[in-house]
């Protein structure tokens, strides 16, 4: 952190494009005073109430976890309430913000998700519980829940969607968040449903239409891999039957505890 | 401009947990037509933020025995005696609301408690587990067993997750980024509600038969606070300004562990996990002020134990207004396994690794006590005798049930949240089946909703939106934050009045009508100085300190003269009018007892 | 699905193929003609081993073709025609292959 | 565009695979000329190996080493658990496949100076 960063100017680059009135988008500069701590968010606030209040971008818990404010920064996708501004900064003092690529723009740095969305519903995101309900919790072990948690981490922010260059190339493919969330579902021992998932995944649009182009681990501001997830799901699909056999199995036990060795 | 209604069954107005659990029983109960609108995308909503846990007497683990209030926990035995109890968290929660709170409502709260943490569980909630395959636990501030059930640090996200996706599920509509603007009540009884669809701009009107507000909280009132941008408190001056009541509002908590100058929480798992707070000598002061329960103390008096060690110079930070939480004695691995987002934020914003530094924090405006009252099915009241507003239900933080009374205990909220979204599911739907009919509107109420924005974009005025927010939170932390007295608080009530009279003439600087989001500020920020004001007069009136209110004029807590809910009603002259409502206690089992930790 | 799987096969099988086909075939550099490829056609193996070659190639490069095609929005509903396009070309390419590896042969 | 070591190793594999498949079947033209008898295949095969269709071979090395390396590189990927490594790996396969085009490249450029002079 720079001592006394108070002389310091930082010229925000942003991306302006209202679709509406503009025929095509263009980068607008701003000066922003460097604050000790300022994050990207922060300048963006700088800017949107002191210097131009028509700048548009999605935000609101600050602190990433809820998922509005992914956006590409420097060329990467990231969530700009939790990039330091001091670190974008290029040699010559400047930082350049555009919109998530690939998805079309509603306004400056406002995407429209829509096909985002319709993936993850065409997943079938929620849980698919099985006949014999128990009075208590389902028991799982700590070891099961642990696989989860690379999965149930995810924000859905977007950032690894808009940077797979497969999305850029076709929007029919499923997607590296959905993907994630079909991961969850179907390693969950608590779902009824997994063959049907792994069916549903396995087309042209799923699964098999990933390029392993790994882009979606580096923008994924969480550090989730959803590529190994969509590894994981592409054997687990090869060997259907006997994985839904054993999640039948194991279905069998959800309310014993765990046996601790 | 397009003048069409839409017309559903039912409106939800938020998509947070309360909302949702609402949206998602009617739906399981049979109402076809429920529609959920919130300004920002449904899994954008403030209820996945919360980190620490949810509160139900589960009785998973209980602590190693021998081993004092910090001790390690264990998972219980199958068959073994048990620790916790439903009746032990409404004791906690009764105690922790410095007797505010209603005791019959606390205890539907904490019996539903159990419940609805299995059907969590039962609907896919990734919960941590112990060894044995249960629901894992921990200790949090104010509760004397562990029953703060978790996901790692990341309760809400999982709970907001599963509940949401529970709603699509059952074919629930959403409108995501739809801003409500204004409820229409006529006779007493709910009309529907106006919007703006952030996209288009378009202002319109929604009819429905029954309109449930959860729009929760509204920390965003003060400078350093824990809320996301989005708790402006719309609901509460929507409905206020629509003539509905507003009950407790002046109970405001402070959480004591906000990220030094940035405000972004902290959990309290840090310290149910074992996490120290020491001053600028190294003193881990907490000993001093509850010599019990140390760091678990509940929220009010942690932070109170801060400012004061903060008041008299033994803060940290270069203007000593902060305070170190220590989380270094608990080892990387735990830090790593328990509290990874902790670590993460930390890392992100302060620049700082738990792992091998102290966190700077300071107390943090989070939870809003306050709101529009309901009763336990989430039916609005209209005043001190119960009458209600036909067709207006509310739940999450912008109600007021009251089940937190003057301070709420961690953990709760999420419980709230749920088990009251969950019943006034079942109330709409009641209501619905019970035909419920959709009733005429007098005139057109988007119409001056229109000029409303017509003025913010066209009008001639030159105030800047932002100046006038910041204004009003400088004077509201300043004035009546933590600490309060009567001459703060007339100064914070004279400031408000001078900022309302100066948004008069406030103009927004985008002028397009395709997703503003300046207008959306200005509308919030009209909505922070409407219940701010209802906040001071409150607090202003209340001349005794009980939880989070805390007088340093009228230090003690006075049963006799204040064991009472503040109601406020928008006077003719737009000022509040305060009536008073009494607190249901039941006098044999939880009478009132000096509130020690 | 079955074009994934047969692009990695083939691709596993081209491993072993073409390091044998650029060792062999191009290695070291010499003038091409007729006669210096006759003379290791003439044990019938090496021409097993041209035809697997060629079968795989073709397997390998088709499914890759039809991929780089599908990748795109607007082809990705044609994709059952693309198959079938591919299947077409490649049993003609593999004809016309095959007849040109069996073609080397030595004069009577 | 979103521009990576991923999208680049991407374009590379692409546009190599794209290029070895149009060069294989302009490949099987030439030489199918053998059906026609040793003299059309070996007056086709001299016109297509001046030194400038050398150089085009070398070009064409190149792309098959790249290209086998990088499938390499993704079949690792697939069979076994190390997207972790995923930078390095590509990395790696970049440097061998150079290495490797160098290495065959020489004799082939030797050749064709030879052939020249
Ligand atoms: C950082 C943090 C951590 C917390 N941790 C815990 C914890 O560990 N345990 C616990 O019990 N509690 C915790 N809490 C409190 C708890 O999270 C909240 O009280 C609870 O989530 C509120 O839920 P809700 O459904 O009422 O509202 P929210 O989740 O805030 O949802 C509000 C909804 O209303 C919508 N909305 C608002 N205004 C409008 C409008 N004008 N038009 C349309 N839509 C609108 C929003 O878009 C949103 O969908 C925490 C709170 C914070 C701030
Ligand atoms: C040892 C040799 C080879 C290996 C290991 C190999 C490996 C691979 C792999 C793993 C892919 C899949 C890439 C993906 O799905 O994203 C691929 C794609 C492809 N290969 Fe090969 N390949 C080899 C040789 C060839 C040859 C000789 C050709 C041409 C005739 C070829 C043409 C293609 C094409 C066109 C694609 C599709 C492009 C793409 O998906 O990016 N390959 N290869
Ligand atoms: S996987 Fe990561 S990048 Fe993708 S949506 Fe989830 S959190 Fe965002
Ligand atoms: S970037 Fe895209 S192609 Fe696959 S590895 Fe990630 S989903
Ligand atoms: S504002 Fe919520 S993730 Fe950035």
Redesign the interface.
């Known amino acids: 952190m720079s001592q006394n960063g108070s002389n310091n100017f930082v010229t925000v680059r942003i991306q302006r494009y209202n679709p509406e009135v503009d025929k095509k988008p263009r980068l607008q500069e701003y000066q922003v005073k460097l604050k000790a701590g300022m994050t990207v968010l922060d300048a963006l606030h700088e800017i949107k109430t002191h210097h131009d209040g028509s700048v548009t971008f999605r935000r609101s818990c600050r602190h990433g976890i809820c998922g509005s404010c992914a956006m590409n920064i420097n060329g990467r996708n990231t969530l700009a309430c939790e990039t330091p501004l001091k670190d974008e900064v290029d040699s010559r003092g400047r930082v350049t913000i555009r919109p998530l690529p690939y998805l079309p723009v509603i306004k400056d740095l406002v995407v429209d998700r829509t096909t985002f969305w319709e993936q993850y519903l065409r997943v079938k995101p929620w849980l698919v519980p099985p006949d014999n309900i128990p009075e208590k919790e389902f028991r799982m072990s700590p070891e099961e829940v642990e696989a989860l948690h690379s999965a149930e981490t995810c924000i859905m922010c977007g950032a690894c969607y808009s940077s797979c260059t497969v999305i850029g190339l076709n929007k029919r493919y499923i997607g590296p968040h959905a993907l994630l969330k079909a991961f969850l579902r179907v390693l969950d021992p608590r779902d009824a449903a997994p063959g049907e998932r792994l069916a549903d995944i396995a087309g042209a649009d799923g699964v098999y239409r990933c390029h392993t182009v790994f882009n979606c681990i580096d923008a994924c501001p969480k550090g989730l891999n959803p590529t190994q997830a969509i590894e994981t799901l592409r054997k687990l699909a090869q060997k259907r039957q006997k994985f839904e056999a054993a999640r039948r199995e194991r279905q069998q036990h959800l309310s014993e505890p765990i046996s601790v060795k | 401009m397009t003048n069409d209604v839409i017309i559903h069954d039912v409106v939800i107005v938020g998509a947070g947990l309360a909302g949702t659990w609402a949206a998602m029983t009617a739906a399981q109960q049979g109402v076809k037509d429920v529609a959920v609108l919130s300004k920002l995308h449904p899994l954008r909503s403030h209820s996945g933020a919360a980190q620490g846990g949810i509160a139900a007497a589960l009785n998973n683990v209980r602590p190693v025995a021998g081993t004092g209030p910090r001790g390690p926990l264990e998972q219980i035995p199958e068959g073994d005696e048990l620790v916790d109890s439903w009746e032990l968290h409404m004791f906690d929660t009764i105690k922790g609301s410095d007797w505010l709170g209603d005791q019959d409502k606390i205890e539907v709260m904490v019996k539903d408690a159990i419940d609805i943490l299995y059907q969590y569980e039962h609907m896919g909630c990734v919960f941590s587990r112990t060894p044995d395959g249960r629901i894992a636990q921990r200790r949090f501030g104010g509760h004397s067993a562990p029953r703060a059930n978790y996901s790692a640090d990341r309760t809400g996200h999982v709970l907001l997750h599963t509940i949401h996706e529970q709603a699509l599920k059952h074919g629930v509509k959403f409108y995501p980024e739809w801003y409500v603007m204004d409820l229409i009540i006529e006779d007493n009884s709910v009309r529907g509600v106006v919007t703006l669809e952030v996209l288009t701009g378009e202002i319109r009107t929604i009819r429905a038969k029954a309109v449930m507000f959860a729009t929760g909280g509204y920390g965003r009132a003060f400078k350093i606070t824990s809320n996301a941008f989005a708790n402006t408190g719309d609901g509460v001056a929507i409905a206020y300004d629509a003539g509905a009541p507003l009950m407790d509002m002046e109970f405001v908590q402070f959480h004591p562990t906000g990220l030094y100058r940035h405000g972004i929480l902290m959990s309290e798992a840090c310290r149910g996990e074992g996490g120290y707070l020491i001053n600028k000598d190294g003193d881990h002061f907490m000993k001093k002020y509850a010599p019990d329960k140390m760091e678990l103390a509940p929220r009010d008096l942690v932070s109170r134990s801060e400012q004061t060690e903060i008041n008299e110079g033994r803060g940290v930070m270069e203007d000593g207004q902060g305070i170190y939480l220590d989380l270094r004695h608990l080892g990387a691995e735990k830090i790593m396994k328990r509290l990874p987002q902790i670590r993460e934020l930390a890392i992100n914003f302060a620049g700082v690794d738990p792992i091998e530094e102290p966190i700077p924090i300071q107390p943090t405006a989070h939870y809003s006590m306050g709101g529009i009252p309901t009763d336990v099915d989430g039916q609005v009241i209209a005043d001190a005798e119960g009458t209600p507003i036909v067709g207006f239900f509310a739940g999450g933080e912008v109600a007021c049930v009251s089940v937190h009374g003057a301070n709420r205990l961690g953990t709760n909220s999420l419980l709230e949240a749920s088990v009251f979204g969950r019943r006034a599911g079942h109330a709409i739907a009641r209501f619905i089946k019970g035909g419920a009919e959709l009733l005429p509107l007098t005139g057109d109420p988007a119409e001056r909703n229109r000029r409303i924005v017509a003025e913010l974009m066209d009008g001639d005025g030159r105030e800047n939106v932002e100046d006038i927010a910041q204004e009003l939170k400088s004077t509201m932390t300043q004035n009546c934050g933590i600490y309060r007295n009567e001459a703060q608080l007339k100064k914070a009530l004279n400031d408000v009045k001078a900022l309302q009279e100066r948004f008069k003439s406030a103009r927004v600087m985008d002028r397009s009508k395709r997703f503003n989001t300046d207008v959306l500020a200005a509308l919030e920020t009209k909505h922070l100085l409407t219940f701010s004001e209802v906040i001071v007069a409150g607090a202003l009136n209340r001349t005794e300190s009980r939880g989070a209110h805390a007088r340093t004029d009228y230090p003690k807590r006075d049963d006799e003269a204040w064991m009472k809910h503040t109601i406020a009603h928008k006077s003719e002259d737009g000022t509040p009018r305060l009536s008073y409502k009494e607190v249901t206690v039941f006098w044999d089992r939880f009478p009132p007892q000096e509130r020690k930790y | 699905m079955r074009v994934f799987q047969m692009q990695r096969w083939s691709a596993i099988a081209l491993l072993f193929f073409l390091t044998i086909h650029m060792i062999v075939v191009h290695y070291p550099p010499f003038h091409i003609n007729f006669d210096n490829i006759l003379v290791r056609m003439q044990n019938p193996v090496w021409k097993v081993i041209d035809i697997l070659f060629l079968l795989t190639v073709l397997i390998h490069a088709l499914a890759g073709a039809y991929q780089v095609i599908t990748d795109f929005d607007r082809a990705f509903d044609y994709r059952k025609g693309l198959a079938w396009a591919a299947v077409v070309i490649g049993v003609v390419a593999f004809v016309f292959g095959a007849a040109t590896i069996w073609s080397f042969q030595p004069p009577v | 565009?979103?521009?990576?070591?991923?999208?680049i190793?991407?374009f590379l594999r692409?546009f190599t695979?794209?290029a070895?498949?149009l060069y294989?079947?302009l490949h099987?033209w030439v030489?199918?000329s053998?059906?026609a008898?040793?003299d059309v295949?070996?007056a086709r095969?001299?016109a297509v190996?001046g030194p400038v269709f050398?150089l085009f071979e070398i070009l064409l090395?190149a792309a098959?080493i790249y290209h086998?390396f990088d499938?390499?590189r993704?079949?690792i990927?697939?069979y076994f658990?190390v997207?972790e490594y995923?930078k390095s790996l590509f990395y790696a396969a970049f440097v061998v496949a150079a290495i490797l085009t160098i290495a065959?490249g020489i004799?082939?450029f030797?050749?064709m100076l030879q052939?020249m002079g």
């Open positions: 565009m979103y521009k990576s070591t991923g999208f190793s991407f692409r695979g794209v070895l498949v294989l079947f099987l030489i199918g053998a059906t008898g040793p295949f070996n095969l001299d190996q050398k090395l098959v086998a499938g390499i993704l079949l990927v697939h658990d997207t995923r065959g004799p082939l030797l050749f052939e």
